[in-house]
């Protein structure tokens, strides 16, 4: 149920990607406009991510999850049937509105359904549809639109939609809720519009191409302000906050959010520039692009199921250390071939392979172990907050390797070589493996346990 909830989130995250022409076609309209069907939705996510904690402990987590695939699919629905641009993109924003609040929810429920001792595997099958999703939404959505036509990318989301509410209904239990439960008004008024206004100005740097350009400075300080207020108002003006900014007091949850940071901020960043590199400097169509960057879901879909395994076994410790080092040794490999003008097809997807082994080897246990340092009553708000530090993680990612790709090629009225393309990407390529290699650093911390703690340090 969970699972399913969850991969038709992801899924929509990444298949409508390649129905953007289409879009553009269809309803004769702009690619900046037809953007806004990726950029509605993912403002829309953001927006009530930092909501999903208090509604979970106000009205119950089931009776929310429920809600939230129905809103999510009723999104599908809307999506399928508009006959405008506009309709479109407003149908996109409700999906998002129903996929914040599934992605947080699904963490709480695995989590307390699970129980500490067989975490690590119910994560990993929840992990699945998190590396599937992105290596095969893109081809998926090639293929329904090729073959029927681009309406049928949201029609999927409907059978399954109506077998994970019918399942929640069945299978959940029905928690309890607080229904004297305050709302923090104020923080909403500024975190909700403060996250997604920082994303969207992130968002545009890659098509502005600069950090100073008014349509990306701008949001990002309007959003650093509200988020900055946020900040000041749940440490010290509201006993309830939106989301509970103690639970950084907790050193292994910190920890653990500070290594999920780096590492996000590394494979998605360079995970956005890899369909790029092969199109680019590969020729290749953007089908092909897509297939060629499947190995790396792969390698993560085989990794997941055996790392959760090995971590309800054996703790979390060596499998991160294992899954971090195959990511560095993978990024450098395809950082390798690009440096040097190899670009042979084995020694690139050989890399890319390893990377998905270190993925899948990485993401899912790294959560777990942040889930299991928290409290039951705090898995709720710690979802939340750990759904926020992974949306800025990726923001920041994209952003920060848009621009050193970006740098790298502005060469006013000059002819870009090869070299200077092969340049450009390897750069980018090897700023993601040092900042992939960082993530050690906390690891590290997380496991150096003083007298008298637990495993991850915390007493």
């Given at each position: 149920?969970?699972?399913?909830?969850?991969f038709?989130?992801?899924?929509?995250?990444?298949?409508?990607t390649?129905?953007?022409?289409?879009?553009?076609?269809?309803?004769?309209?702009?690619?900046?406009?037809?953007?806004?069907?990726?950029?509605?939705?993912?403002?829309?996510?953001?927006?009530?991510?930092?909501?999903?904690?208090?509604?979970?402990?106000?009205?119950?987590?089931?009776?929310?999850?429920?809600?939230?695939?129905?809103?999510?699919?009723?999104?599908?629905?809307?999506?399928?049937?508009?006959?405008?641009?506009?309709?479109?993109?407003?149908?996109?924003?409700?999906?998002?509105?129903?996929?914040?609040?599934?992605?947080?929810?699904?963490?709480?429920?695995?989590?307390?359904?699970?129980?500490?001792?067989?975490?690590?595997?119910?994560?990993a099958?929840?992990?699945?549809?998190?590396?599937?999703?992105?290596?095969?939404?893109?081809?998926?959505?090639?293929?329904?639109?090729?073959?029927?036509?681009?309406?049928?990318?949201f029609?999927?989301?409907?059978?399954?939609?109506?077998?994970?509410?019918?399942?929640?209904?069945?299978v959940?239990?029905?928690?309890?809720s607080?229904?004297?439960e305050?709302?923090?008004?104020?923080?909403?008024?500024?975190?909700?519009?403060?996250?997604?206004?920082?994303?969207?100005?992130m968002?545009?740097i890659?098509?502005?191409?600069?950090?100073?350009?008014?349509?990306?400075?701008?949001?990002?300080?309007?959003?650093?302000?509200?988020?900055?207020g946020?900040?000041?108002?749940?440490?010290?003006?509201?006993?309830?906050?939106?989301?509970?900014?103690?639970?950084?007091?907790?050193?292994?949850?910190?920890?653990?959010?500070?290594?999920?940071?780096?590492?996000?901020?590394?494979?998605?960043?360079?995970?956005?520039?890899?369909?790029s590199?092969?199109?680019?400097l590969?020729?290749?169509?953007?089908?092909?692009?897509?297939?060629?960057?499947?190995?790396?879901?792969?390698?993560?879909?085989?990794?997941?199921?055996?790392?959760?395994?090995?971590?309800?076994?054996?703790?979390?410790?060596?499998?991160?250390?294992?899954?971090?080092?195959?990511?560095?040794?993978?990024?450098?490999?395809?950082?390798?071939?690009?440096?040097?003008q190899r670009?042979?097809?084995?020694?690139?997807?050989?890399?890319?392979?390893?990377?998905?082994?270190?993925?899948?080897?990485?993401?899912?246990?790294?959560?777990a172990?942040a889930?299991?340092?928290?409290?039951?009553?705090?898995?709720?708000?710690?979802?939340?907050?750990?759904?926020?530090?992974?949306?800025?993680?990726?923001?920041?990612?994209?952003?920060?390797?848009?621009?050193?790709?970006?740098s790298?090629?502005?060469?006013?009225?000059?002819?870009?070589?090869?070299?200077?393309?092969?340049?450009a990407?390897s750069?980018?390529?090897?700023?993601?493996?040092?900042?992939?290699?960082?993530?050690?650093?906390?690891?590290?911390?997380?496991?150096?346990?003083?007298?008298?703690?637990?495993?991850?340090?915390?007493?």
């Amino acid at each position: 149920m969970c699972v399913a909830g969850s991969f038709m989130n992801l899924l929509d995250t990444t298949v409508v990607t390649v129905a953007l022409r289409t879009f553009v076609a269809t309803f004769d309209s702009t690619q900046a406009v037809v953007a806004w069907t990726i950029t509605g939705y993912t403002l829309a996510l953001a927006a009530v991510i930092p909501l999903s904690g208090w509604a979970a402990d106000r009205f119950g987590t089931r009776r929310v999850f429920i809600g939230s695939v129905v809103t999510f699919t009723l999104g599908s629905l809307l999506c399928a049937i508009a006959p405008d641009i506009t309709m479109l993109i407003a149908a996109r924003v409700v999906q998002g509105i129903g996929g914040g609040m599934l992605t947080t929810l699904t963490l709480t429920i695995v989590n307390r359904e699970a129980g500490p001792r067989r975490v690590g595997r119910v994560m990993a099958v929840l992990g699945i549809p998190v590396v599937l999703a992105p290596a095969f939404g893109p081809v998926l959505g090639g293929w329904l639109i090729d073959s029927y036509s681009w309406q049928w990318i949201f029609w999927i989301n409907l059978p399954v939609g109506v077998a994970a509410i019918a399942l929640a209904a069945i299978v959940l239990p029905h928690d309890d809720s607080a229904p004297s439960e305050p709302f923090d008004a104020i923080g909403m008024l500024l975190l909700s519009p403060g996250l997604p206004i920082l994303l969207y100005g992130m968002s545009e740097i890659p098509s502005r191409g600069s950090v100073t350009d008014s349509h990306v400075g701008i949001p990002v300080a309007i959003g650093m302000a509200l988020i900055v207020g946020f900040v000041f108002h749940a440490l010290y003006r509201s006993g309830k906050p939106l989301i509970d900014l103690r639970l950084l007091t907790n050193r292994a949850f910190t920890l653990t959010n500070a290594a999920m940071f780096l590492y996000i901020v590394s494979t998605f960043g360079a995970g956005v520039l890899f369909p790029s590199y092969f199109q680019q400097l590969l020729n290749q169509t953007p089908l092909q692009a897509g297939m060629s960057v499947v190995p790396r879901g792969i390698g993560a879909a085989i990794t997941v199921p055996l790392a959760g395994t090995v971590m309800d076994r054996r703790g979390a410790r060596g499998v991160l250390v294992l899954g971090v080092t195959l990511i560095v040794a993978g990024m450098g490999v395809f950082a390798y071939g690009v440096a040097s003008q190899r670009e042979s097809l084995p020694m690139l997807l050989t890399g890319l392979t390893m990377v998905g082994l270190g993925m899948g080897s990485t993401r899912m246990p790294l959560v777990a172990v942040a889930m299991q340092t928290l409290a039951p009553h705090q898995m709720a708000r710690g979802s939340t907050l750990i759904k926020v530090n992974q949306q800025v993680a990726a923001a920041v990612g994209t952003a920060l390797m848009s621009v050193i790709l970006t740098s790298r090629l502005d060469r006013p009225d000059q002819h870009l070589s090869q070299n200077d393309l092969s340049y450009a990407y390897s750069a980018a390529f090897l700023v993601a493996v040092a900042l992939v290699s960082l993530t050690f650093l906390p690891l590290a911390f997380l496991y150096k346990k003083p007298s008298g703690t637990g495993e991850y340090g915390t007493t």
